[in-house]
Structure formats: C-alpha cells, structure tokens
C-alpha cells in the first residue's frame, strides 16, 4: 500500500467515525449530491479545531433534512422549516457550540423562508449548509421556491411559473456575513468553505446546487446527463455580480460559484453577550 | 447562584411579572417571545432581567420561532420558556407536538384571551383548555397549570418548569387575561425553601447510551455537548432515537410518551376545594373563574344553600379522583367556565349519568360576575 | 376597616397607576394587609384614560373586580362622566376641582381637590397623583401613613422625593382644611 494510499484509508476511516454506518444504506438516491456534501461536512469537521462533540447538526424535513440521522454528532432532526431558530435556541443558549444547519431549499427558503431572512438580519452565529436541488424530492418532485422558471415538476407539469430565487444575491442583501455556493463536483473548494463558515462569528450560509434524480426525471435528463451538464456550466467566480447568479435551466447559462461575501458584522450573540457583561458589570439586577 | 433573583419577600406585584421572576428563580435563562396581548408583560419583564441573571432573551419572528428556539435551548441543557396568548399559541401547536416527541421539557405560558381566531386581544377568555391538550396531531401528554392570582403564576411557573424537567415534557401555564395583568401580594419565600428540579442525566458512558432508553419511563437526557453524540428526531424512532417504521416501536414510544403523565397523574394533579365537605352542589371553576364563583358560593352558603368549590389547579391531567368523591356522595356539579363549555365535557366524561351535571358558559371578554354565578346556583340546585 | 373599594381614574399621564400602586404597595408590602389592582385602558393607545380599580381589605380578597366602587377619583371631565353613576350609595366622588364640573348625585359625597393646582405650587406638576394620595389616605386611613412613607421612599427617584413630600403633606392639609370647613 502506497503511503498516499494509507493516508487516504485513514482519512476515510476518521469520516466513517462521523457517520452512523450502522443506518445504511441512506435513503438518498444514487446519483445525489447531497452525501457528497455531507462527506465534505465531516471532513470539515476533522479539519477544524473544534472539538467533535462540540460540533453540532440541525436538520429540517427531506431528503436534505436527514443529514442529522447519519452524522455521529449530537443531530436533531426537527420540524419541518424550522431547524433554524432551533438552532438559533440551541446556539445562543449554548454559546459554545458550533451549530451547524443542514437542510434543503423546501425546508430553509419555502416554508422555513421567515425564519432564514430574520436568522441573517440578526445574524445569528451559526453555519447553514442549503442543498438546493430544485424540488422537494421526498414527497415526489413538487416544485419549491428555488425552481428555475420552466422546469417541470410534480405540480407543474406544464412548466413552472412562479419565480425563482436567486439565493446568494438574496442572502448577501440580508447582510450575511458569508456566502458562498458550490457543487457536490467541487468537493474540495467545499470542504474549504464549510471550514471558513466554522471560523465566521454571524450567519455563514453556502447553497450546494445539487443533481436531483427526480427533478431530472421529470425533465428528461438522466443522471449521467445532469453531471455533464453541471460539469459544463460552472464557473468560478469569487467576485461575480450576485445580481446575476440567479439558476436556470437554460443549458447555456452558466452556475456560477465561489464565496462570494465575507464580512465581520458581530453577531447577535456576540452582541448579546457584550450587552450583558456590561449590565452584570454594572452591578444592575442585584435584586 | 441567586444572584439577581428577586428576594424573599412581599410584592405588590402584576401576575405576568410574577411568571417571570417564578420562571428565573426556578433555573429559566432562556427566553424566545413575539409580541401578543396580552402575555406582553413577560416577554419585556424578561428581556430587562435575562441579561441581568447571566440568561438569553431573543424576540423571534413569529411564535413557531419562538417555540422552536426554546426547544432548541432546551436540548442544550438551557432551562427555556416562552410567553403567548392565543393566536401564538396556535402557531406552537406543531412544535409542541416536536417536543412531546423528542421528550424535550419545555414551558409555555399561555395568557388566554377571547377566541376565536383573533378575538378580544385585551379580554378574557378561557376557551384554550382543549387546545392545551389536543392541539397538536397525534398522541401525547402535556401538563396545564392553571393560576388564578398573581401569587400562583409565581408558583405554578416553578412548577411547571419543575414538571417539565422531571418528565421531560412540554408544560403550559394557562393563565388567562386578568390573573396575568392584575397586580397583587406575592410571597417569595426563601430561596433555599423552593424546590427546584433538574433532569436526571446519563449515568453509562457514552457507548452504552440510549437517548430513549424504554426500560425507563422517562429516560435520562443527555445534551448537546455533552459527548454521548445523539440523534432526537420527530420521526418514530428507537431507544437508540433512530427513525424506524416498526410497528412494535411505534406502539411501544407512543404507549410510554402517554404514560409518562397518566401514570403520575397523582402526583402531578393539584387543586383546592373550599366548603365541599356537604355541599349538595359542587361548583366547578379556574383561573380568574374561580375567584368569582368563590364569592358566589360563599354567599349562596349564607343564604343557607350548601354549595362548594372544586378548583382544579391542573387542567391536565384533570383531577378527576378528587372530584370523585363528591360525586360519590351525590352532589350535583355545575361547571363555571368563561368558553362554550370545554371542562364541562371532562366532568361528563367522567361523572355522566352518575350525577347531574350542568354548565355555565360565558364568552362576553368578562368574567362572570359572582351575582350570575350565585343565580346560577340557585336555578340548579337540587332540591 | 374592613374593605374598600377604591375606582382611580383619569388621564393617561395623570399618575393614575402609580396612585393605584403606591396604595396596594402600602397596604401589602409595608402595613400587612391584601390588596388587588386591576388595570384598564380606554380603547385608544394614546391619549386615552387609564383606571386603576384598587381593593384595600384586612382579610383575603377573593373577587378582584368590581362594577361600584365605595370611591371614585376622577382627574378629567371624560371620566368622571364615564364613572360618577357607578359610585354606590353612601360612597365618595373625588375628583379634579379646575378640571372636573360635577354633576348633583344624591347619596354621594362629593369633594373638588386642585391637585394639579397643589402640584404646580408644590413645583412639580407630576406629583398630583401624590397630592390626592395625600388627601384621600388622611380622609379614609387606608393605610398607616408610615407605610405609605416607605413607599413613597422605595418607589420615588430621590431627585423628586422631597416635592413629592411636600405633596403629600399638601394633599393632607387640603383634607384638614375640608373637613374643618366640612364641620
């Protein structure tokens, strides 16, 4: 065995300790990107420094939604649209965790959408880790608030018409404090931005656009064909004008990437705390 | 450690500040809130002494943020509540069901207000009784506690978080209107005199832990942080908390989150009766209800009618073995509420056909006055 | 005494609560005794009327609302027209003299007090409040005067104690000077 080989094994060794083997096989579909990116979760979590019990996952409902059940971490798997202010709970009573937020763009940005945009004007510190793969996939592929206009789905058989999220220029306007956006493909530059959003006091959000089985069915592109595409249309840009990132299904548009915002606004709890120390050291509330 | 709690002493003091300091002394450092009428008392009281007690106040964007944050506090070892009143509690029902689920102890003060929908927000109402057990879907247990002064939201609160913690459960204080807003003597007794309880925790090291262990009725919890690396999820799950479709399991979980409150109920059941020892009729009345029917039953005995008050302290579970005993000797029951007739059913659910049973609803946004009341009493009173 | 029933209303900013408070403070926290103060609002957040419907008794209150109270204090006209016919037979109408035109009410004792005259000459007219306090605890003895002192000491910013003081002693020499006039 090459020395590469055995640093590879263990590494893979380290990343099963982070997984609840004993639950799979996982109810993702093959093909899907979101075990990917919660490999690169936990491959993040080896490479920070903070302790792996501090370490904390919250999940909504869908396929996303069940990242907590597989992670060996202290997981709540919640209600649906509602993982953020339980973290936001969670994270500000414990100040000492690292929470992270794992969950899909039905749950986070559909029903869950007021709680997302108050969680970053409050900027809240925790880290959200947004699957968007166009649909709720669980309940068979209805469309969700990320669908690109066009696309089939499950209730929109003659395309869908609504409107469509363009999430990074959304969540940089919100004043998130980091926002980025990567594929399963890109597992690497991944890795490296979930272990940026652990370092970033405030809301840190990247949105993994992810290959979806179902949503590719219903538009008559098979699995192979979807990575091709992904393949094709990316682009890197770090310094890209958010206002023209926004998804669609034009094979000719390209995905743009990156980590696209980073600022230093203080965070609720931050604020919060220094607030407190300076009523507590004022000797208020000695009742 | 006591540090910035409120004093052992005598205050003139409203009943939603009450709640408050109750909640502080009995370990609350965590509170999630939106603004409602007319539970505004306690959100604000709150986030002027959180900071001040080393604790965590955040307004959340609506009321299931709110209860989610709690929960989420909670599951960190944090003792957490929030404040509502109607409407906000109907936005928590789902979550509450979360928290019966994940055996996550919660409290949730409700300040009830005239209903429906969105009602006489600055009025009284009582018709929250059934929501407070049935609200979300699926079966589950919660406790109520119902005050009718400002010296019980003090207690009950204490209570109440007490409750939770020792059964891991969600808790509500069903106040209503004028008890949360009126202002009156409250004792704090000394600190050290106030039982506080706290969860049991994990005794095995992690590897041998089970979050939902089923050889207990109420497991030991274990928190986020604490190493033991658990999985809690609403979904069905295993004594190990893992998602399963088992029917065994399902039954098995959904027997034990029932049991945990019907076989204590016991011992979780409060109330007060005040001249019932021959009362012919037993006027059944809570919260600001009771003290109304108080001075109806008081005057109706001095006007020779011998008529009690059975004042359930629990709306959930119902102290129904106490009022049995009345029953048994055959008093009559009339039921004293301010809705349609919610505790009413309660009692016949459990006395029907054994005594008569009657029931004054009242749904102005007043309470009855003890005058209506006392002319109630005396049309129904067996002769 | 017994118990009385106590209805404070007036203006929103006339002090109405804190009277409603100092009174139910005194009685419970400094002089033993059981009080209960239900609050009520006019409809209107701003510019409305606030009432302070306060119960003073030796024995435990059972029922905390009231429809006639024994008393009345009235500081405006709007609300002394909503109240004066609720005050029972035999009870007492205090209201506002520059401010309230009080209609005959047979059985009831009416008396006109200037608070807010007593108050700016006092030089302070927040303390109105505090110049009724004076003169309607030494005309009923609701509580001893030392535990109103108390109160007044807890409660009251320091910088404005001594006017409010002074208006207190005020509103008790208003109630000396009525009831030798009275006699």
């Known amino acids: 065995m090459s020395r590469l080989e055995l640093v590879k094994r263990t590494r893979t060794d380290e990343i099963r300790s982070l997984l609840r083997t004993e639950r799979f096989p996982h109810i993702w579909c093959p093909g899907c990107g979101i075990g990917v990116a919660l490999k690169c979760y936990a491959e993040a979590i080896l490479k920070s420094d903070i302790p792996v019990e501090k370490h904390i996952i919250v999940s909504g409902i869908g396929c996303s939604g069940r990242a907590a059940g597989y992670m060996r971490l202290d997981g709540y798997h919640v209600t649906h649209g509602r993982p953020i202010p339980f973290a936001v709970g969670l994270k500000t009573a414990r100040p000492d965790l690292e929470v992270t937020v794992f969950s899909g763009d039905g749950d986070l940005l559909t029903i869950g959408g007021n709680h997302f945009i108050h969680a970053v004007r409050r900027n809240d510190d925790i880290n959200v880790i947004m699957i968007n793969n166009f649909t709720y996939g669980m309940t068979g592929g209805q469309y969700s608030a990320t669908t690109p206009n066009g696309a089939r789905t499950l209730t929109s058989p003659y395309g869908f018409i609504e409107g469509t999220f363009n999430v990074p220029y959304m969540v940089a306007a919100l004043g998130a404090n980091f926002v980025a956006r990567w594929t399963p493909l890109h597992d690497r530059e991944l890795t490296r931005a979930i272990q940026e959003m652990f370092k970033i006091d405030g809301f840190a959000f990247i949105e993994v656009v992810s290959p979806c089985l179902i949503f590719g069915e219903m538009n008559n592109i098979p699995p192979l064909e979807m990575l091709k595409h992904f393949r094709k249309r990316c682009v890197i840009d770090h310094d890209a004008d958010l206002s023209k990132v926004g998804l669609s299904t034009d094979p000719d548009q390209p995905i743009v990437l990156g980590n696209f915002v980073r600022r230093d606004r203080p965070s609720y709890q931050t604020r919060y705390r220094e607030l407190m120390e300076k009523i507590r050291g004022g000797g208020g509330g000695r009742g | 450690m006591s540090q910035g709690l409120l004093k052992p002493g005598v205050y003139f003091m409203r009943g939603n500040h009450a709640c408050v300091e109750g909640a502080l002394i009995a370990g609350c450092r965590f509170f999630a809130g939106y603004p409602i009428t007319p539970s505004n008392e ?122 939770a913690w020792a059964y891991r459960i969600p808790v509500i204080v069903l106040a209503d209107q004028v008890v949360g807003q009126m202002i009156e003597k409250v004792v704090v007794p000394p600190h050290e005199e106030i039982e506080i309880v706290e969860r049991k925790r994990p005794e095995v090291p992690p590897d041998m832990f089970k979050p939902f262990d089923s050889k207990y009725l109420v497991p030991p919890m274990a928190v986020a942080g604490e190493g033991y690396r658990i999985h809690v999820t609403g979904l069905t799950h295993d004594d190990r908390g893992y998602p399963t479709t088992s029917h065994e399991v399902s039954q098995k979980l959904v027997s034990r989150l029932v049991r945990k409150v019907r076989e204590n109920e016991k011992l979780i059941g409060e109330w007060e009766e005040h001249q019932t020892d021959d009362a012919e009729l037993v006027v059944v009345a809570f919260g600001i209800t009771s003290r109304s029917a108080m001075r109806a039953v008081r005057e109706a005995k001095r006007e020779g009618l011998k008529v009690g008050l059975f ?73 | 005494m017994g ?181």
Do not use: C
């Open chain 3, 3 to 183: 118990e009385v029933k106590l209805r404070l209303i007036g203006a929103g900013g006339h002090g109405i609560l804190t009277l409603g408070n100092i009174i139910g403070t005194a009685a419970t926290v400094h002089a033993g005794k059981e009080a209960v103060m239900v609050i009520g609002y006019s409809p209107a957040q701003r510019g409305g009327w606030s009432r302070a419907d306060v119960i003073v008794s030796d024995e435990p209150i059972d029922y905390p609302i009231f429809k006639y109270p024994d008393v009345l204090v009235s500081t405006t006209q709007e609300t002394y027209d909503l109240e004066h016919d609720n005050v029972r037979k035999g009870g007492i109408i205090i209201y506002e003299q520059d401010l309230v035109d009080p209609v005959p009410i047979e059985g009831v004792t009416q008396i006109g007090v200037p608070a807010f005259k007593t108050a700016i000459k006092v030089g302070l007219r927040l303390s109105a409040n505090i110049v009724l306090l004076g003169f309607l605890n030494s005309m009923l003895n609701l509580v001893p005067e030392e535990a109103l002192l108390k109160t007044l000491h807890q409660r009251i910013k320091r910088k404005y104690l001594d006017l409010n003081l002074r208006a207190y002693e005020e509103g008790k020499k208003l109630w000396e000077a009525h009831s030798r006039g009275g006699e």
């Open chain 2, 42 to 163: 306690v959100s604000a009281l709150m986030s002027r002494r959180l900071p001040q007690v080393g604790g965590y106040f955040i307004q959340m964007e609506d009321e299931i943020g709110s209860i989610m944050a709690v929960l989420g506090a909670a599951n960190g070892g944090v003792k957490a509540m929030t404040a509502t009143s109607g409407p906000g509690f109907s936005l928590m029902m789902e979550s509450i069901g979360l928290a019966a689920m994940t055996e996550t102890p919660a409290v949730i003060v409700d300040v009830q207000r005239g209903g429906p929908s969105t009602g006489l927000p600055t009025l009284v109402g009582q018709g929250d009784l059934m929501q407070a057990k049935w609200g979300s879907h699926g079966d589950y247990e919660v406790v109520a506690y119902l005050p009718n002064s400002p010296q019980e939201m003090f207690d009950l609160t204490i209570k109440a978080f007490n409750t």
């Open chain 2, 311 to 383: 004042r359930p302290k629990t709306a959930w579970p119902f102290p129904h073995w106490a009022l049995r005993k009345h029953v048994e000797r055959g008093a009559d029951i009339l039921v004293v509420e301010i809705n349609m007739g919610q505790m009413v059913r309660v009692v016949k659910e459990h006395f029907a056909n054994l005594v008569k049973i009657h029931s004054m609803t009242w749904a102005p946004g007043t309470v009855p006055p003890p005058e209506t009341i006392l002319a109630k009493i005396k049309e129904v009173y067996p002769r």
